[in-house]
């Protein structure tokens, strides 16, 4: 103990001498260009580099941010140079500055660059941004808000006569390298080596002193006071706290009832959550529940899941269970996929019209489209086949979707089978198969669902071509053995007898030099030999080979493939390769004899992934910044944020975000998911909680739990490092290895608690005075009886009330939130319907009639896609039409009154208002509204409106 002491005394010494030498060799200021590489690093919510009359500038949005980093509570002097044009006869743009809500200054810029100086005051914690706000405009030509021009800005702390930083950030800097020695010396490490890393800590953090504007973009003030007081303190009170814990743990083992009281407990909290309890209060009840179920749980139970006899399913009753999950899924997936979501979104509408022309276009062969779609073309080549025969509906567009969604849950058991067993893989799957946002990722035309329908498939083919052999292998092959052994015997015994033969009376000594020599030694000789060695040789090498690594071998080249292909699917797939080199050292672990065997099947895996990929490396040579774009639009570090801009901050913030989304608040955009709710349903929380503290309790270091918490680590990735958390179409791969957590976390509640709760009661029926012996052995039989049935009840109803919830949350309630389908094009989709409908009608005078919509319309992704191959509709820009027969104008039904009396005078003195075409789902509100000339364009719309 003294000697820790001395130690944490000398480290403590030695944090603040590097402290003050850094602060010695400290300049807190700054100087930036507009084309600075750096500059990014504090700018927010700016346009790129122009250069215009020799002088190169950003453009601001109308409200944008500069943020001031490693000024840490000094007050900063900033002095801007800005420009503020604006179109002639317009006065120049009026900014607003603030930071952290308060006002500073008003700043009148002009069409001439000008030069701004102010004192800003900066926050000790966290990050400072002086936001500017200006009336933004648009240039002739120029699609983009701008604000103002921004050429260079410098900022200058004001000296305090402090040695030090100021005293938040001191005591932040001061206690990491504490905290690094206390937590390696609570974990085991030596004293000496616990030292030396608080020591280079220290030196590290001498130089984010030194280097007050680095330090303040790479290592910010975060979480102040919480971090780093609260884990200093937890660490230091670790071995009461330890004590604590086992003495609480024991009671709870001693009492098994506060188990059912932490699964209510659990289960209360996910429900409070959706009806608005605080997130903190509901968390924690959450985690509290959890904590209580989990003593009664034997961890042994976890060394080898898939042999559990819980895990006992006879082949006929899996396959008949995946059948049931795959109709489920599917019917699911196609149901009203016409109508639901009721609209294309543009981006369906552009992978439609990608795959109408590869299609028809035989010259069109693309590896990765950039224009419109920023993807890899896989989706489009699956899709035109379809959109091709049958033409473009808005089902034939999301069918590939659709199918791959309900193909997924075959994939999850398929690689969940030999980690967790059959009845468990049975639970996953059918869980991933109604998830409410599963379906919202497969009902419409987006490639999301192949990634990790390759990828899951890749996985059970991987595991299982880097095994041994199989015990019917093992089985099969000392068969042969004892068979082989036993015709040596056999044989050796017809040779004995021969030989005790007498000498044969023919004469020809020919015959008699073959029967005397040549055919005893070949009975003797050759053909014991080819028996006893070459057959046996040919049946446990050769056959073997093709019965055992020829299979291994397939396994390994298909997930090689499969894994490659997922490459060519969405951005997420990236992974993929990631997520398989997981799965190898979770396989073969450290066991040398492990790897030898998997070399090879490992090396052709490498081999056919490396040839599948071979086509999308060759396009990266060519353009890696178009493949790229779409990711670099969205990655972390260029988040256009004005309130955090490091990355430390972005992604703590991201990771507080996905951490929610699951349970508190999901998504937000209604394309993905119902908006803020939970990504899923309470009961799958429920498991998932308990799957993830079995874990956290130490399953993690068994494989059947260390690959589903591995996935959804990797495949929680791309969220992390991108924008727009949480985002429900980046961060779909984590839902596969949720639903296994879930599976186990019921399935071991269910195998404990169940069983439990029944020996008690048949333990107080056994202890009655008129009880015997003959009595206890039945009511232990009853026992295991009424468990069996009770945990298949249990089970039933959680998969029931899962699917009921899901299929209500889906169908009862997204079909008709507006959040829901205004995140799709319905103006443009109902207008699409419109102008088609003429050329579909097999009536001849409804085919006369001439429709015309919008010119933004006209050219829009969804009308160009459901009238491909049909003639254009007309374009209506409040002209006059022609008066040459039955015409329509759709308008939408926000369109005012001014417009529809254009529309009306444009169509001629016969037309008049015809009504909507078409009405936003489970109301009457119209979503476009037609005018038009002539008794067949009336009717055209009465067909419309019935639809």
Request: proline share 7%.
């Amino acid at each position: 103990m003294q000697a820790l002491i001395s130690h944490a005394l000398a480290l403590i010494m030695l944090t603040l001498l590097t402290l003050v030498g850094g602060a010695l060799l400290a300049q807190p200021s700054l100087e930036l260009q507009a084309e600075h590489p750096r500059i990014g690093q504090f700018l927010a919510r700016f346009y790129a580099l122009e250069t215009h009359e020799q002088a190169t500038y950003r453009w601001s949005a109308g409200e944008a941010a500069i943020f001031l980093h490693g000024f840490e509570g000094q007050p900063a002097l900033v002095r801007l140079r800005l420009a503020g044009p604006r179109a002639p006869g317009d006065p120049s743009a009026l900014v607003e500055l603030s930071t952290a809500g308060v006002p500073l200054a008003h700043l009148q810029t002009s069409e001439h660059w000008r030069d701004f100086w102010l004192m800003v005051p900066t926050q000790p914690s966290g990050e400072t941004a002086l936001v500017l706000r200006s009336a933004p405009f648009r240039a002739p030509g120029d699609p983009r808000e701008l604000g103002v021009a921004l050429s260079n800005f410098s900022a200058s702390a004001v000296p305090m006569g402090n040695a030090l930083p100021q005293p938040i950030r001191t005591i932040y800097l001061a206690a990491m390298p504490l905290l690094l020695w206390l937590l390696l010396i609570r974990l085991g490490a030596n004293p000496r080596l616990a030292l030396g890393g608080g020591s280079i800590l220290a030196g590290l953090v001498g130089l984010a002193v030194a280097l007050p504007s680095s330090a303040g973009y790479w290592l910010p003030t975060l979480g102040w006071p919480w971090f780093p007081l609260l884990p200093l303190m937890l660490l230091l009170a670790w071995p009461a706290l330890k004590v604590a814990h086992q003495r609480v743990w024991a009671w709870l083992k001693a009492h098994p009832w506060t188990t059912w009281l932490g699964v209510g407990l659990a289960l209360a909290a996910l429900l409070l959550l959706r009806f608005g309890l605080p997130a903190p209060l509901g968390v924690s009840l959450l985690i509290l529940g959890v904590w209580a179920g989990l003593p009664h749980i034997p961890r042994q139970q976890l060394n080898a899941l898939a042999s559990q006899p819980s895990q006992a399913l006879r082949t006929p009753h899996f396959a008949l269970g995946l059948m049931l999950i795959f109709s489920i899924a599917l019917g699911l997936r196609l149901v009203n996929l016409d109508a639901q979501p009721a609209g294309l979104w543009r981006d369906e509408a552009r992978h439609g019209l990608q795959a109408l022309q590869i299609w028809h276009d035989p010259t069109y062969r693309p590896i990765y489209v950039v224009g419109g779609a920023d993807l890899p073309a896989l989706l489009f080549y699956l899709m035109a086949p379809i959109v091709g025969f049958f033409g473009p509906e808005l089902w034939s567009a999301r069918l590939i979707s659709a199918l791959a969604g309900a193909l997924t849950p075959l994939a999850l058991a398929w690689a969940a089978t030999p980690l967790l067993g059959r009845r468990n893989a049975l639970i996953a799957a059918a869980l991933l198969a109604w998830a409410s946002w599963s379906l919202s990722m497969s009902r419409w035309a987006f490639p999301a669902t192949l990634d990790h329908l390759f990828t899951l498939t890749a996985i059970g083919l991987l595991w299982r071509g880097m095994g041994g052999r199989t015990e019917e292998q093992r089985s099969r092959r000392a068969e042969e053995q004892k068979s082989s052994r036993t015709e040596e015997q056999k044989n050796k015994g017809t040779k004995e007898q021969k030989n005790r033969g007498t000498a044969m009376s023919d004469s020809s000594s020919v015959l008699l030099f073959f029967r005397s020599s040549v055919l005893p030694f070949f009975r003797s000789s050759v053909l014991p030999f080819f028996r006893s060695s070459v057959l046996p040789f040919f049946r446990s090498s050769v056959l073997l080979f093709f019965r055992s690594s020829v299979p291994l071998f397939l396994c390994s080249a298909a997930a090689g493939c499969l894994g490659a292909l997922a490459l060519y699917t969405y951005h997420t797939g990236r992974v993929a390769p990631l997520v398989l080199a997981a799965v190898v050292l979770l396989r073969l672990g450290v066991a040398r004899a492990a790897w030898q065997r998997a070399l090879p099947g490992l090396a052709v895996a490498l081999l056919v992934g490396l040839i599948t990929v071979s086509p999308l490396a060759f396009y990266l040579l060519n353009d890696l910044a178009g493949y790229n774009r779409r990711v670099g639009s969205v990655s972390l570090l260029d988040s256009q944020s004005i309130e955090q801009r490091t990355p430390a901050a972005l992604l703590l913030a991201n990771l507080r975000d996905y951490a929610l989304a699951y349970h508190v608040a999901g998504d937000s955009n209604g394309r993905h998911h119902l908006p803020n709710a939970p990504l899923l349903d309470p009961l799958v929380g429920l498991g998932l909680a308990f799957g993830l503290g079995l874990s956290l309790a130490g399953g993690w270091r068994q494989p059947a739990l260390a690959l589903p918490l591995a996935l959804g680590g990797i495949y929680m990735l791309p969220g992390i490092f991108s924008g727009d958390a949480p985002h429900a179409m980046r961060s779909l791969g984590t839902l596969a290895p949720a639903c296994m957590l879930a599976a186990v976390g019921f399935t071991q509640l269910s195998t404990n608690l169940i069983p439990m709760s029944l020996e008690h009661a048949a333990v107080s029926r056994t202890l009655t005075p008129i009880g015997t012996q003959c009595s206890a052995i039945g009511n232990r039989q009853s026992t295991i009886v009424n468990g069996i049935r009770a945990k298949g009840l249990l089970m039933l109803f959680i998969l029931g009330a899962s699917l009921s919830f899901n299929v209500w949350l889906y169908f009862g309630i997204m079909r008709y939130e507006p959040r829901v389908y205004h995140e799709f094009d319905l103006v443009t989709t109902s207008m699409g319907h419109a102008a088609r409908a003429p050329w579909r009608s097999n009536d001849a005078m409804l085919r006369q009639v001439r429709v015309y919509l919008p010119q933004s319309a006209r050219l829009s992704e969804p009308v160009r896609y459901l009238g491909w191959g049909l003639p254009a509709p007309g374009i209506y820009g409040d002209g006059p039409i022609a008066n040459d027969g039955p015409a329509l104008i759709i308008l939408p039904a926000s369109a005012n009154l001014d417009e529809q009396a254009r529309a009306i005078t444009a169509l001629g003195p016969d037309a008049r208002a015809l009504g909507p075409t078409a009405y936003y789902p489970g109301s009457n509100t119209p979503i476009t509204l037609a005018f038009g000339r002539g008794a067949a364009a009336e009717r055209l719309v009465e067909s419309l409106a019935r639809k």
